[in-house]
């Protein structure tokens, strides 16, 4: 039942015809995605970029966690992207979602999954991390926003 | 300078023929890809796969990390993937440097930044975060990968 199998093959047609064998490691347009795992969202197609325009970070939730702040920190200070946009969206698995009931999910207990009430608020939350952090200098550009999974629309949060 | 005009305005070209409108939270394929920010890696095309199909999760240098792992439990307990492929890259930025010049690069001390000295180490080490943690099942797959951003081919590291 994997699907690796299925995976290599596919690659091995994607390199046979591969079209950009010579990108720089630097973000051409100096910009880093923040967004969800979440499988409905095609953070390059969603917002009209280009393999090699921006850095792309995902995790569950869209959350500013350390662990994306530590990559912003890369981001900036060695590849020189210049702004992050945190996208949240809407149909989170994360959003509305009590600690509890995702601990007695994944069967642990004391383990922060990092729900959220309110989707907009989160947005903002994690644009307030990026714009507080020691990690990143001030003029350090980050905005929010939330992207419709049923439309492909993006909102802004804030900017 | 700022790319974000630019982008709204792609988004609402994109949303105007948005043809995905009802796909299911859960990952057709059942699968999560980790792989790492750089903007040279498209996981969907370079893997086969299309909107719907799969988790992607992203940060500086394809880690698994704490956070990775606490949205892969997400990823499996609640949205139901079975497995995961972990994706380092060539060319890493995170690959044979050193945590000393990282944390000059970035101006702080005593923050890891999590370089590695060996790809395809990190990639095993990746696997083996996940088939140990205590977050996943033992029946939640792992296999590990090199993408070449130069050729756009995977190569198989552990399966």
Redesign the interface.
Known sequence: ????D??????????AT?A????P????????VVTC??????P??????E??????????GAIV????L??L???H???GT??A?VVGHT?C??HGASNEE?CA????SA????PFADLDESVREGVRRIRES??LPDAF?A?GYVYD??????R?VT?
């Open positions: 039942m994997s699907a690796r299925d995976i290599l093959e596919a690659n091995a047609r994607y390199a591969f950009h064998p010579e990108l490691r630097e973000p051409r347009r100096r910009l880093a795992m979440d499988a409905r969202i095609d390059l197609a969603a917002l009209g970029l393999l090699g325009d921006a850095h792309v970070l995902r995790n569950a966690t350390d662990d994306v530590r990559s920190a890369l981001s200070a060695v590849l210049r702004e946009l149909g698995g994360l995702l999910a994944v069967g642990v383990v922060d999954f990092l020691p990690l550009g905005s999974v049923s439309t492909g629309r993006l802004v900017i």
